[in-house]
């Protein structure tokens, strides 16, 4: 029986547990948008919560505060990286500090090939994160998939449908435009 118990263990002894989610939370909050297993998901969602809202709590009272030097210390215990905690307090922290929880959503993508598990998607809520934009070589292809992606309409509604137009070869690309002038 599992009454009264609380988390799952993953199939892994408490250290690596935290540890795993230690990395999957500073990967998440570093690119703001992770595919990982539907449990792994579900159980990182409550952990990455709780940072942002010891971020905010910290940024509650002014960043010289005695509070906010406890917050920057708090998240510092979990995320190893100095410029995955700056961003929390910099940038992620201020974008929701009129929203009271639900900082993440998890959407479910299906079966990995290879094990059959249940994969998912788990993003920051109203993440303006473009993927395109890491890469280096900004190709003029991928601006205009960028630019079109953002012209529709925001949320996960948006990018289905432009995930969606793309399979079906609903639009082209500035390369094939450019060739069809050419001509």
């Known amino acids: 029986m599992r009454h009264r118990v609380a988390h799952r263990k993953l199939g892994r002894v408490t250290e690596h547990r935290l540890a795993t989610l230690r990395n999957q939370a500073q990967m ?7 595919d990982t297993t ?14 942002i809202t010891v971020a905010k709590r910290g940024l509650a009272d002014g960043a010289d505060t005695t509070r906010a030097l406890h917050a920057r210390r708090l998240v510092a215990r979990d995320l190893a990286d100095k410029q995955v905690a700056r961003k929390l307090f910099d940038t992620i922290a201020p974008r929701f500090s009129s929203r009271p929880g639900g900082y993440t959503r998890v959407l479910h993508l299906g079966r990995r090939q290879g094990d ?3 994969v998912a998607q788990i993003e920051l809520v109203g993440s303006e994160y473009d993927p395109n934009a890491d890469q280096s070589s900004g190709t003029a292809g991928e ?3 960028g630019a079109s992606s953002s012209s529709s309409s925001k949320g996960v509604g948006g990018r289905l449908r432009a995930a969606a137009k793309r399979l079906r070869g609903g639009e082209k690309t ?3 435009k450019g060739a069809d002038t050419e001509q």
């Not at 998440?28 to 992770?34: F, M, T």
């Not at 539907?38 to 940072?51: D, I, N, T, W």
């Open 28 to 34: 998440l909050l570093r690119h703001e948008r992770i």
């Open 143 to 145: 601006a205009a998939a």
């Open 174 to 176: 500035d390369a094939k």
């Open 116 to 118: 059959c598990a249940e």
């Open 38 to 51: 539907l449990a792994k998901a579900k159980e990182l969602r409550p952990f990455v919560e709780r940072l």
